[in-house]
């Protein structure tokens, strides 16, 4: 039997309080690091770095394990406790990296949303613990670490945070290629005084001109023109799927490194394939100084081709990274043991080497386990290749769009929702104006992420938004600034008994409901990062004795003793001893209520009864029971892993009666609400 995570957490809280504890100190790596190239970026700036990096000899690699590759295989869920237990290692063997990717992207919401843990406080303890490898982020342009546009100050404030607490280059990128997008993200990390990497997002194959007439050769040549006049320090290409194949990568670096000759060029791909290898180095052969990869145990299928192979197929060859092949062993090994910690979140558990249907689906290898696990959320696991046939589907439907965070968001929620409903592409055509599409599809198609390339789909756009207002230009820019003085004050009132720092106001405004929703808990169950990675997402057994290090000397000694019975308030008596004294503490199940939770079914056959269209969480109730409504009226919006829906009413009436409320989680088919 094994105690649950939250019985753990509220122990840990109730410990945290509790004398005597007993002194443990963990040994210190010896001697500082060797210099690397984060030193030439302190010594020269971001110009002097990025002529450094052209000019050197050799390939350089960029390490994505701290990030796009837990992000990629794992469901972004490695916690910063196994990330600062490798970063000495990395620090001293390490020096010639490019750079490290540990930050953005999905990292900043899932350590808050899903770790519990503050993503500054990553990046101020990795920052310490590695201080000669530039550290690289991945920035959304005008989406910040978001999935929607921010006001301009905000974006801004952001970069200027991300800076001062140690990030050096930002990969800056816009789901849809959108220019203006990227040059407000551009312009916001220049400012902050980082490194600006403009990264062009890739999509179809400028090897196969039957493949699209949207994404040619002319057309990434065009965008790097404009990215390179706005002054962008290095360029990538950013191939999020893994379907830049090694002909097409030959033709695509060729070509900018005869047009950029002093430009350095970074290149980005996911070895879904199983061709990521390959890729990298036919982009080698052609020019690029910079290719990402991840080390062995982290590497491969949806994540990075191997840091190993590439080390080796280029040893002795003009493109020599100069890294030890011993120490890609040792720190393969680490993450060998570790990535066992996180067997519930890997992707191995449904794909079981790589496969070359990304060419047609073109799922982003960052999207496909987070979209697999939103699939299982919705009672959908069993039914994944459906999703995956569905997102080519969809796809067609936006248009042919570039797959990308959020867009790559987009073409996944309308998959589900099309697999969900089992529709096909033809009847979510025909039926657009009477379907409920989830949030992100709608908000899309109003304009509020950017411009797709070729503009938006009709007349399926039209049908979708009817009379909804629609965006002209960048959504960004009719935004009002933020009032960051006022965000602060709202927050030390709701959080009088936490500390509220600038990191904290900035956490807020890219994500207010997420950094709400983690102040609280942390408020309730105290800090969990002190636990190791099994006991946080398992919980301890019945009778297991565990240690927790607070901090540095004071270490609790805990046994897990047994669980009550159930009451009627949905609690439980939690024995445990501390330090040799027996304790015990009520615990809320959450678990056991929702099993205990019975919710009826909306009928079919009966008009008027509206029923769940997926399972997940009520967000909003939008009407009340005898409200008037029109056919096509927004109900309630649902949510379940970050996919929100809206609920429109299926035909003219008035509200009878009402069978949710805010928080309420739901099956599918659940009944929602009466209309007469």
């Known amino acids: 039997m094994c105690m649950s995570r ?60 701290f990030r796009d590759a837990h992000q990629s295989l794992l469901a972004t869920r490695v916690r910063t406790h196994d990330l600062k237990r490798i970063a000495p290692f990395v620090a001293h063997n390490f020096s010639r990296l490019f750079s490290l990717e540990n930050w953005g992207g999905a990292t900043f919401d899932v350590a808050m949303r899903f770790l519990y843990e503050c993503p500054w406080r990553r990046l101020q303890e990795l920052r310490e613990l590695i201080p000669n490898i530039p550290f690289q982020m991945l920035l959304r342009g005008a989406n910040a670490v978001g999935y929607t546009n921010y006001p301009d100050n905000s974006v801004f404030k952001f970069c200027q945070v991300a800076k001062e607490n140690g990030m050096d280059i930002f990969r800056v990128f816009d789901s849809l290629n959108y220019l203006p997008n990227m040059l407000l993200g551009m312009e916001a990390a220049g400012q902050a005084g980082a490194v600006v990497e403009a990264a062009i997002s890739y999509t179809g194959d400028v090897s196969d001109p039957g493949r699209s007439s949207k994404y040619t050769l002319d057309y990434y040549l065009g965008l790097a023109e404009e990215l390179v006049k706005a002054g962008t320090h290095i360029l990538a290409i950013k191939d999020m799927a893994g379907v830049l194949k090694p002909q097409a990568a030959t033709l695509l670096v060729g070509a900018l490194r005869e047009r950029f000759p002093n430009l350095p060029l970074h290149i980005h791909t996911h070895d879904t394939s199983g061709a990521g290898v390959a890729s990298m180095l036919a982009c080698a052969a052609a020019g690029a100084d910079i290719v990402d990869v991840a080390v062995d145990a982290m590497s491969g299928m949806t994540s990075q ?145 950017g411009i797709p390339h070729g503009g938006f789909p009709e007349p399926f ?71 190791n990675t099994r006991l946080f997402l398992q919980g301890p057994n019945i009778a297991e004795e565990f240690e927790v290090e607070l901090e540095r000397g004071k270490t609790l000694h805990i046994k897990a003793l047994a669980l009550g019975d159930l009451n009627r308030a949905g609690q439980r008596e939690v024995f445990f001893e501390l330090n040799g004294q027996l304790r015990s503490i009520l615990v809320k199940d959450t678990q056991a209520m929702k099993e205990m939770h019975f919710h009826p079914k909306a009928l079919k056959d009966v008009k008027g009864q509206v029923g769940a269209p997926m399972p997940g969480k009520v967000v909003e109730v939008r009407v009340a029971e005898g409200a008037a409504v029109e056919k096509g009226q927004p109900l309630c919006v649902l949510s379940a892993m970050k996919m929100e829906t809206v609920v429109n009413s299926p035909l003219s009436g008035t509200v009878k009666k009402i069978h949710i409320k805010v928080d309420a989680s739901l099956e599918g088919d659940d009944l929602l609400m009466e209309i007469e």
């Open 6 to 65: 939250e019985y753990l957490y509220m122990c840990i809280y109730m410990c945290m309080k509790c004398e005597p504890v007993t002194l443990s100190f963990l040994p210190a790596t010896s001697g500082p690091p060797p210099q690397g190239f984060r030193d030439v970026l302190l010594r020269e700036g971001p110009s002097g770095f990025a002529r450094a990096i052209r000019q050197h000899k050799g390939l350089l690699l960029m390490d994505t394990t």
């Open 305 to 449: 081709p191997s840091m190993g192979a590439m080390v080796a197929c280029t040893r002795g060859t003009q493109h020599d990274t100069g890294i030890q092949m011993e120490r890609v062993f040792d720190y393969s090994d680490y993450w060998e043991m570790a990535r066992g910690l996180y067997a519930a979140f890997d992707c191995t558990a449904t794909m079981k080497s790589g496969n070359a249907d990304v060419y047609e689906n073109e799922i982003p290898g960052g999207q496909y386990t987070n979209l697999h696990f939103q699939a299982h959320s919705m009672g959908l696991g069993s039914k994944f290749k459906q999703v995956k046939k569905a997102y080519v589907e969809a796809n067609k439907l936006l248009g042919d769009l570039i797959k990308v965070t959020p867009s790559s968001k987009i073409v996944g929620d309308l998959a589900q929702f099309m697999v969900q409903n089992n529709l096909s592409r033809e009847e979510v055509e025909a039926q657009a104006d009477e379907l409920s599409f989830p949030v992100s599809v709608v908000e899309f198609l109003q304009g509020y992420i």
């Open 461 to 531: 756009r039209s049908k979708v938004l009817k009379d909804l207002p629609r965006v002209e230009g960048r959504p960004g820019a009719s935004l009002p600034p933020l009032d960051f003085a006022a965000l602060e004050r709202e927050l030390c009132e709701r959080h009088k008994e936490e500390e509220i720092t600038p990191e904290d106001v900035v956490s807020a405004a890219m994500y207010p409901k997420v950094f709400h929703e983690f102040k609280d808990f942390t408020a309730n169950f105290g800090p969990v990062e002190c636990l």
